[in-house]
């Protein structure tokens, strides 16, 4: 039997330890949902694009260093990965009501379909899914 399994398209890119590359990561992004003709999820990816680099820069990346965004497209799912070198398990944290920060990985559980982490030597890498409708 013929099974008919399409490769995932894959695009990475890695970016420097610096605040400004978090707007640079969601044009990354952008473009890369662009070239793959992708129509719906953006602004979910792009808001989780965000806070996966922003959290990888503010906990991960260590001076010196840099974090990786990986984006593939398999199955009808884009899936966003931000690698660092950086120790730790990120979680969701219950957070005050009122502090400034810190709800990041909320945002990112709320907004896809799913996200986890996975280690990698040295670090972690912090991913999340999203499921795309027919004819995205």
């Known amino acids: 039997m013929n099974v008919d399994i399409q490769p995932a398209l ?12 978090v707007r640079a990561a969601r044009v990354f992004a952008a473009e890369t949902l662009h070239a793959w003709g992708v129509t719906c999820r953006r602004d979910d990816v792009s808001l989780c694009v965000s806070e996966l680099a922003t959290n990888a820069l503010l ?6 260093r840099h974090y990786r965004l990986r ?3 398999f199955d009808g799912t884009v899936r966003v ?16 009501p009122g502090a400034d920060g810190g709800r990041g990985l909320l945002l990112v559980a709320a907004v896809a379909d799913r996200w986890g982490t996975a280690e990698r030597r040295p670090g972690k890498v912090v991913w999340c899914e999203f499921a795309l409708g027919p004819g995205a």
């Open 10 to 21: 894959v695009r990475d890119r890695f970016f420097p330890r610096s605040r400004q590359t």
């Open 59 to 64: 906990h991960g990346v260590p001076p010196g």
């Open 71 to 73: 984006m593939l497209l």
């Open 81 to 96: 990965e931000v690698a660092d070198s950086g120790g730790g398990r990120p979680r969701v944290a219950d957070r005050d």
